[in-house]
């Protein structure tokens, strides 16, 4: 079965420190691999689509295929990157996403 | 805001009766889809539909039912069979604008809880 593991519940760091937040995954196609964030009184949305290999906010995710992983990562996190983020899998191409049980990160000045 | 659209933001219900949540989209999206969020567990797919008149279920449809008769409207319907209906309700749409591109759009979702 398709699933999405996100191993960190929270992951607390200081401004200007890396970030990296985990997400393995186990899925015998070609996956599509996204990740949601959701900021405090804010909707879920999109942050960045591992197809675009884009940098948003600073953040960056690469697919490793070999270890079955789409870590996210920031350089240098920011107060406002606060927030509940979600590692979530297309199984079937058609949007029918697995989430992983999401990792809060906290980031204190 | 505005794109997705659910309703009340707030639910309560008695243990033992039916009630729907209203999910409305004018994003002319193709496909909407409902999860449900519960602490430490994530977002898990309960219902999800590609196109009107059809629908499909998720990973966790139990007790729960649901009608697609407009492009717009999703409604999700909790019946007195889903054991522990207490949870947050998310609704989402998306457009099929190619493999590994598309995004779901959420709703600001629904607390509903059984009494």
């Known amino acids: 079965a398709q699933r999405v593991t996100q191993p960190e519940k929270l992951l607390s760091v200081f401004k200007g420190a890396p970030v990296e937040l985990k997400c393995n995954y186990s899925?015998?196609?070609?996956?599509?691999l996204f990740w949601y964030v959701q900021y405090s009184r804010q909707r879920l949305q999109l942050l960045l689509r591992h197809i675009s290999r884009e940098s948003i906010k600073g953040f960056t995710a690469d697919l490793n295929k070999g270890e079955t992983s789409f870590h996210l990562k920031k350089p240098f996190a920011q107060e406002e990157d606060s927030a509940m983020y979600y590692c979530a899998l297309d199984q079937t191409g058609f949007q029918k996403l697995v989430f992983g049980t999401g990792t809060r990160l906290l980031v204190s000045p | 805001d505005g794109g997705i659209t659910q309703s009340p933001k707030y639910l309560f219900r008695k243990e033992g009766q039916n009630v729907t949540l209203s999910c409305e989209q004018n994003l002319n999206h193709d496909a909407m889809y409902w999860y449900r969020q519960d602490p430490g567990q994530g977002l898990r797919l309960i219902y999800y539909s590609q196109i009107v008149n059809d629908f499909q279920k998720g990973d966790i449809a139990e007790g729960y039912s649901v009608s697609r008769e407009k492009k717009e409207s999703f409604p999700l319907t909790v019946t007195s069979a889903q054991k522990n209906p207490t949870a947050f309700y998310l609704c989402a749409s998306s457009t099929h604008s190619g493999r590994g591109y598309n995004e779901q759009f959420f709703g600001p979702g629904t607390r509903l809880t059984v009494l």
């Open positions: 899925y015998s196609g070609s996956p599509e």
